[in-house]
C-alpha cells in the first residue's frame, strides 16, 4: 500500500522557535511537496523537490525552507516560528511524468505556534 | 493564479446530483480532482489531460473544457459517503512534468440522509 507519513500529527511551539516538519514516501516517487492548509484558502504550495537536492519555490515560500537529502525524505523548516505560520501542513509526493502523476498526500501536521 | 472553484459549499440530500466547477484565467495541461473528508488527508479523484475524454469513476465524472480552461465534477445519485471537501489541482500548460498543482480554495459537499 502507498504510503506517505508525516513525523507529527499535532505539534506546539513558542514564537521564534525552530522547527522541523519531516516527510517520507515509500513509492520511490521523485517529486515531493509541502504544502499548508487554511480554512477558505484550500491548499497552497510553499516549496516542492523535483530530485535529491533540488527544489523550487511554491506560492508562498517566505518564511520556510526546505531540505531533501534522500529520495524518500522531505524536510519543512520553520527558521523562526510565527503566529501566523499556525497551520495544517500536508507533505504529498507524486511520480514524475505527464501523466498519471497523481499527488498521494499524508496525513498532516497541525502547528500551533504560541 | 489559484483557480477558482463554485460553489464554495453545497447541501443535498442522498440520491441528490451536484456539479462544482472549477476556472483558470491561465492555460491548463491538466486538472486533478480530490475529495478530503473531515481530518484526513485528500484523495485523488481522477485527472483530466489536455485534449484528453472526459473521465468517469463509478457515480463521479469530470470534464474538462480546454477553451475556457474550466473543468467541472458531476456527482450523480450522491451517497453520504459524498461527503467532504473537494479540491481541484490545475497544472499549467508550458510547464514542467514535475506535476506541479495550484488547488483551488475547495467545496465543501454534504450529503444527509
Known amino acids: 500500500d502507498v504510503k506517505v507519513t508525516q513525523s507529527s500529527r499535532y505539534l506546539v511551539k513558542r514564537t521564534g522557535e525552530k522547527v522541523f516538519l519531516e516527510c517520507v514516501q515509500d513509492?520511490?516517487?521523485?517529486?515531493m511537496f509541502w504544502y499548508r492548509q487554511d480554512p477558505g484558502l484550500g491548499l497552497r504550495l510553499i516549496y516542492f523537490s523535483y530530485d535529491v537536492k533540488m527544489k523550487e519555490k511554491g506560492d508562498i515560500p517566505e518564511g520556510y525552507s526546505v531540505s531533501r537529502e534522500k529520495k524518500e525524505r522531505f524536510s519543512l523548516i520553520l527558521e523562526s516560528a510565527s503566529t501566523n505560520q499556525t497551520s495544517m501542513y500536508l507533505c504529498?509526493?507524486?511520480?514524475?511524468?505527464?501523466?498519471?502523476?497523481?499527488?498521494?498526500f499524508g496525513p498532516g501536521t497541525r502547528l500551533t505556534v504560541l | 493564479q489559484q483557480p477558482v472553484q463554485s460553489p464554495q459549499a453545497v447541501i443535498l440530500r442522498e440520491g441528490e446530483d451536484a456539479v462544482i466547477n472549477c476556472s483558470s484565467s491561465k492555460a491548463l495541461y491538466s486538472v486533478h480532482w480530490y475529495r478530503q473528508k473531515h481530518g484526513e488527508a485528500p484523495v485523488f479523484l481522477m485527472i483530466l489531460l489536455k485534449g484528453g475524454e472526459q473521465k468517469g469513476h463509478e457515480k463521479i465524472s469530470a470534464s474538462f473544457n480546454e477553451k475556457k480552461q474550466q473543468s467541472s465534477l458531476y456527482l450523480t445519485a450522491s451517497q453520504l459517503s459524498y461527503s467532504g471537501t473537494y479540491f481541484c489541482g490545475t497544472e499549467f500548460a508550458g510547464g514542467t512534468s514535475y506535476g506541479k498543482l495550484t488547488f483551488g480554495q475547495g467545496t465543501i459537499l454534504t450529503v444527509h440522509p
Open positions: 504529498a509526493s507524486s511520480p514524475d511524468g505527464w501523466e498519471d502523476n497523481e499527488q498521494f
Open positions: 513509492m520511490d516517487h521523485e517529486n
